[in-house]
């Protein structure tokens, strides 16, 4: 009979620290900063943005590309969205992400959701990158109007066009010491004007 209290008091003991760690570690990720660092490896419809400004950069076969995507009623766009994730220094805890699941808002407008699924530890005081593959088709979205849509995309890419809204609403999964813990609802972890 005493091996078994001995032993059901060693269980309590470490459960009663997993469960302190694992609250540790919750409220670390929640104290955790997250903002848009920047844009990268931005395309649209096979165009690489990162050396066009304007409308009027773009080549004779740049505009003859979009052109033909538009009227196919497609205008694909693919980018790498990078976030920054600080874990206050004073946190004693790093917090472990293993999953995130997101949406794009794009001026308030809600485009596409994904999955971002890498293990990634924040370390308490050290910014960790955060990057986020998206691809959406513009047409679907934002209409047919192929001028405006460059537009947009060159303002998401953080190339110039005029300024727009960008959200990320994201629901946060963390491994844990008792298995990995997902939020229980969606936060707002960055929110951004992005363009000139």
């Known amino acids: 009979m005493p091996r078994f209290v001995v032993f059901a008091s060693l269980l309590v003991c470490v459960l009663t620290l997993s469960s302190c760690q694992t609250l540790r570690e919750l409220a670390s990720l929640k104290e955790v900063a997250f903002a848009i660092d920047h844009v990268g490896d931005a395309h ?13 950069d773009l080549s004779a076969t740049d505009i003859l590309r979009l052109t033909r ?9 693919a980018f790498t969205l990078h976030l920054d994730a600080e874990n206050p220094p004073e946190n ?12 794009l808002f794009l001026d308030d407008r809600e485009t596409v959701s994904g999955l971002f699924d890498q293990n990634v ?3 308490p005081g050290v910014p960790t990158d ?22 947009l995309a060159l303002a998401i890419g953080g190339q110039g066009g ?9 629901t946060p999964t963390i491994d844990t010491a008792i298995g990995p813990i997902r939020y229980p609802r969606p936060i707002t972890i960055i929110s951004r004007d992005v363009g000139s």
Not at 69 to 77: D, I, S, W
Not at 97 to 102: H, K, P, S, T
Request: proline share 3%.
């Open 92 to 103: 004693s805890v790093q917090a472990r992400l293993v999953q995130m699941d997101w949406t």
């Open 130 to 151: 955060i990057p986020i593959s998206i691809e959406l088709d513009l047409v679907t979205f934002f209409g047919e109007n192929a001028r405006d849509l460059i537009e």
């Open 162 to 170: 005029e300024a727009k809204r960008v959200k990320l609403q994201a």
């Open 69 to 77: 995507a538009v009227t196919n009623k497609e205008l694909p766009m």
């Open 44 to 56: 649209l419809a096979g165009v690489e943005l990162n050396r066009i400004r304007s409308y009027q």
């Open 121 to 123: 530890v924040l370390a």
